[in-house]
């Protein structure tokens, strides 16, 4: 699976950015799609993910409320809307796929980085 995530930027805080992940290379029907971010001199966290096949959704409790995961299944591409952006959630975020009888996550994309100015 290859994937490519797009639509970082710089945003004021409380404002809105739509993250871009298009995948390629095989069927997502068996995969959970993840948003991970980092931030500079942290680990990376878990953000967000969603079944591809039945669309259920799971949340870091950091972001429950202002981040919405969604998949477009004719688009082959996954999409994280986030609302109310802080300046905490500045971080390179980056998109992944894990088959769903798999522990890890076997494909990540490149990264895309958001910066919330206060």
């Known amino acids: 699976v290859q994937l490519q995530a797009s639509g970082g930027g710089l945003v004021q805080a409380g404002g809105s950015l739509r993250l871009s992940c298009a995948a390629s290379?095989?069927?997502?029907?068996?995969?959970?799609m993840g948003w991970f971010r980092q931030a500079p001199g942290k680990e990376r966290e878990f953000v967000a993910l969603?079944?591809?096949?039945?669309?259920?959704?799971y949340y870091s409790d950091s972001v429950k409320g202002r981040f919405t995961i969604s998949r477009d299944k004719a688009k082959n591409t996954v999409f994280l809307q986030m609302n109310s952006l802080k300046p905490e959630d500045t971080a390179v975020y980056y998109c992944?796929?894990?088959?769903?009888?798999?522990?890890?996550?076997?494909?990540w994309g490149q990264g895309t980085q958001v910066t919330v100015s206060s």
């Open positions: 992944a796929a894990r088959h769903t009888a798999a522990l890890e996550y076997d494909y």
């Open positions: 290379g095989r069927t997502l029907s068996s995969y959970y």
């Open positions: 969603i079944r591809w096949s039945g669309g259920s959704t």
